[in-house]
């Protein structure tokens, strides 16, 4: 917008300056004739140049409200003219701007659909190791209605450390709350409450005294791996089929 306005500035200046020359022109022009026209009719009688120069002056009296109603209708004129100008280049700036534009939006859509991609291919890949490591989303799929719970208790048994070891190698997580739980603990002014969730009665402005029903996690560290594209990250785990 502010080049648009600099070169409208411009323009106006240049109209501005055409229209003052031509409108001194034309009138110089007008002005000259009708003294070229009383040269040329010196040559007559004295009652005939008495009776055209009463004309003449009368003519000039004309001329000087023509000056002042030219001078009014060049300067709509110029007006016009400018406004029709900027409202063209306006147009043809946006329009350059709004193509130069498309490719940066598109570009940082672009830019922000992969990093979505990446951030569920993550995900997804997660997944699949705890389900290669672990077998999570066979235990999660199945059925326990239909095993005792010692049977279900040794199944969780391994798939928990068979999944804690493989979420070690892309995770590191700690407690939020040093206590443990079912100890005493006062919440001091200035605490995260996207960190620490209050229950209970809870009424006023800290400091809060409670008791610690879970002592929360946050990840300190963060190690996910590089994916290539060369596989269908949908696919966590593949079908095993055995030839015979």
């Known amino acids: 917008m502010d080049v648009i306005i600099a070169y409208s500035r411009r323009i106006m200046l240049r109209i501005l300056v055409f229209m003052g020359l031509l409108f001194i022109l034309l009138n110089i022009i007008l002005y000259l004739d009708i003294g070229t026209l009383t040269l040329r009719l010196s040559f007559l009688s004295p009652e005939v140049c008495e009776q055209f120069n009463q004309e003449r002056e009368a003519g000039l009296q004309t001329f000087r409200g023509y000056v002042s109603v030219s001078?009014?209708?060049f300067g709509l004129c110029g007006l016009f003219l400018w406004m029709?100008?900027?409202?063209?280049?306006?147009k043809m700036f946006e329009k350059h701007l709004s193509v130069q534009k498309q490719p940066e939006?598109?570009?940082i859509q672009e830019d922000k659909t992969e990093q979505e991609n990446i951030k569920r291919r993550h995900l997804l890949h997660?997944?699949?190791?705890?389900?290669?490591?672990?077998?999570?989303?066979?235990f999660l799929s199945e059925n326990l209605d239909e095993y005792d719970d010692d049977q279900i208790g040794t199944a969780v048994r391994s798939i928990h450390e068979n999944c804690k070891k493989s979420m070690s190698k892309y995770l590191t997580s700690e407690a939020i709350i040093k206590e443990s739980e079912g100890e005493d603990i006062t919440i001091l002014p200035g605490f995260d409450?996207?960190?620490?969730?209050l229950t209970g009665h809870v009424t006023g402005d800290p400091p809060f005294k409670g008791v610690v029903r879970h002592r929360g996690w946050k990840?300190?560290?963060?190690?996910?791996p590089v994916l290539s594209g060369g596989y269908d990250p949908n696919i966590l785990a593949p079908a095993e089929v055995e030839i015979t």
């Open 84 to 90: 029709s100008l900027r409202l063209t280049m306006t």
């Open 126 to 138: 997660l997944l699949s190791v705890l389900q290669r490591e672990g077998r999570l989303m066979d």
């Open 105 to 107: 939006r598109e570009k």
């Open 219 to 224: 990840v300190s560290k963060i190690e996910m």
């Open 193 to 197: 409450p996207a960190s620490i969730k």
């Open 71 to 73: 001078l009014g209708a």
